[in-house]
């Protein structure tokens, strides 16, 4: 078993800037990739970005890229999400997950944060 706690969010003008964190417990977590979901009421959970084990390869959406930035530390079994540019179309339910192999579809992950509210204001 993997515990993630979601961590970060709260309420930011646009344009705005704000770091979420996820930490890790239980099992290793260098053996699993992390991702970030997000969900906005009335729709599907979709894919935010995501970064293999060692941290060397990472993947955005088309909706965030240049904006974001995912990191990880190993040694701190910890997993980061920076937001910058922030848009209100960005406010969401943002969730980590963990699994054996990093891709974009919420059914790969095996393991979830509790997710953490992020509203971007216009």
């Known amino acids: 078993q993997v515990q993630l706690v979601d961590s970060g969010g709260g309420l930011v003008q646009a344009g705005g800037s704000l770091r979420l964190s996820c930490a890790a417990s239980?099992?290793?977590?260098?053996?699993?990739?992390m991702g970030w979901f997000r969900q906005a009421p009335g729709k599907e959970r979709e894919f935010v970005a995501a970064i293999t084990r060692s941290g060397a390869i990472t993947d955005y959406s088309d909706s965030v890229k240049a904006r974001f930035t995912i990191s990880r530390d190993n040694a701190k079994n910890a997993v980061n999400l920076q937001m910058n540019s922030l848009k209100p179309e960005d406010t969401a339910v943002y969730y980590c997950?963990?699994?054996?192999?990093?891709?974009?579809?919420?059914?790969?992950?095996?393991?979830w944060g509790q997710g953490t509210q992020v509203t971007v204001s216009s």
């Open positions: 997950a963990a699994a054996l192999v990093a891709g974009r579809r919420p059914n790969r992950y095996d393991y």
């Open positions: 239980g099992r290793t977590f260098s053996n699993y990739a």
